[in-house]
């Protein structure tokens, strides 16, 4: 089972921007979907943004679109979401997710706490 640490959240007014990012460990990043999912208080956990293994392919959620850029470095294990134009909407906590690509296996990480607000 993989690790994934996500970091780089915090408190920022609307309009900012923030950089997250996934470290991962313990398994083969480059066989490996990624993805960012965030939760609301009271809310489900939503789907954000999706790239695949190598970065071919990207996916985000209308809410984000044209606002967030995820990418990742397979040499560092790391996947990133770059979120700019942040809205108070935004807030959340956000994971990082790892799906396998044969196998569908999951792993997730801890999240990490965004809070856009004046």
């Not at 789907?47 to 293994?53: D, L, M, N």
């Not at 959620?61 to 979401?81: C, E, H, M, P, Q």
């Not at 959340?92 to 792993?107: E, F, L, M, P």
Request: aromatic share 12%.
């Amino acid at each position: 089972q993989g690790q994934l640490v996500e970091s780089g959240g915090g408190l920022v007014q609307p309009g900012g921007s923030l950089r997250l990012s996934c470290a991962t460990s313990g398994f083969t990043f480059s066989t490996y979907d990624m993805n960012w999912y965030r939760q609301a208080p009271g809310n489900e956990r939503e789907f954000v943004a999706f790239i695949s293994r190598f970065a071919l392919s990207k996916k985000y959620a209308d809410s984000v679109k044209g606002r967030f850029t995820i990418s990742r470095d397979n040499a560092k294990n790391t996947v990133y979401l770059q979120m700019n134009n942040l809205k108070p909407e935004d807030t959340a906590v956000y994971y990082c997710n790892a799906r396998h690509t044969a196998s569908g296996s999951q792993d997730w990480g801890q999240g990490t706490q965004v809070t856009v607000s004046s």
